[in-house]
Structures are given as structure tokens and as C-alpha cells.
Nanobody, 129 residues
């Protein structure tokens, strides 16, 4: 069992920055990957970024590459989502996710929400124009 607690969401003006945090607890030793997804009203959940523990590989959605960076703190079992140059279209509920289903998710696997079996409660990010 893994618990994910998110924080850092809020309201920001276009061009501003936010930093989201996701703290993992429980049986994290068999968690192989973590990622961030987002869902805007009336739209399907979409992939933002994912990271694998072994090798430290990261994968970014094309829409956020260059503006959003994922990082991790192994001692704190925490991953961060640094978001810069935010746009109104970034407005969504952001979800942290973790996977114990695969030891090595690849470029395609990390983009699917079916690859993850643990999810946070979500945190609202609103970008005003």
C-alpha cells in the first residue's frame, strides 16, 4: 500500500510559476515509477511527466517540455513538479501517481494512466490571463 499526498496547487497569473510536491509513504520500496497527470473540466486525463527510479529516466509531454521539470528527493520520498511560464491552458487538477506494476516503464508506458496503481487526491492549479 502506498499513500500519495500532494501540495502546492493554487492560483497564479500567466507567465508565473508554481511548485507542486508529492510525498509518498507506505510500501514505497516496490514502487518503480512516479508521474504527474492533469485533467481539465470536460477533458480526459492527460500525461504531464513521468520518472523512473532505476536509471532516473524522465519523460515529458510535448506540451510542457521546456516549461515543466520533475525532480525527486530520495531521502524524503518526494517528487516535485516545477512549473514555469504557465499558460491558461495549464489550468487543471493535477494528480500524482505511482506504479508498482512494472519495473521499467518506457517512453510509451509512462504516458498511460493504466500503468499506475496509486493516485493522489489531486490539487487544483488555476492560471489566470
Amino acid at each position: 500500500q502506498v499513500q500519495l499526498v500532494e501540495s502546492g496547487g493554487g492560483l497564479v497569473q500567466a507567465g508565473g510559476s508554481l511548485r507542486l510536491s508529492c510525498a509518498a509513504s507506505g510500501r514505497t520500496f516496490n514502487t518503480y515509477s512516479m508521474g504527474w497527470f492533469r485533467q481539465a473540466p470536460g477533458k480526459e486525463r492527460e500525461f504531464v511527466v513521468g520518472i523512473t527510479w532505476s536509471g532516473g529516466s524522465t519523460y515529458y509531454a510535448d506540451s510542457v517540455k521546456g516549461r515543466i521539470t520533475i525532480s525527486k528527493d530520495n531521502a524524503q520520498n518526494t517528487v516535485y513538479l516545477q512549473m514555469n511560464s504557465l499558460k491558461p491552458e495549464d489550468t487543471a487538477v493535477y494528480y500524482c501517481a505511482a506504479s508498482s506494476l512494472s519495473k521499467s516503464l518506457g517512453r510509451i508506458g509512462v504516458r498511460s494512466d493504466d500503468s499506475y496503481n496509486y493516485w493522489g487526491q489531486g490539487t487544483q492549479v488555476t492560471v489566470s490571463s
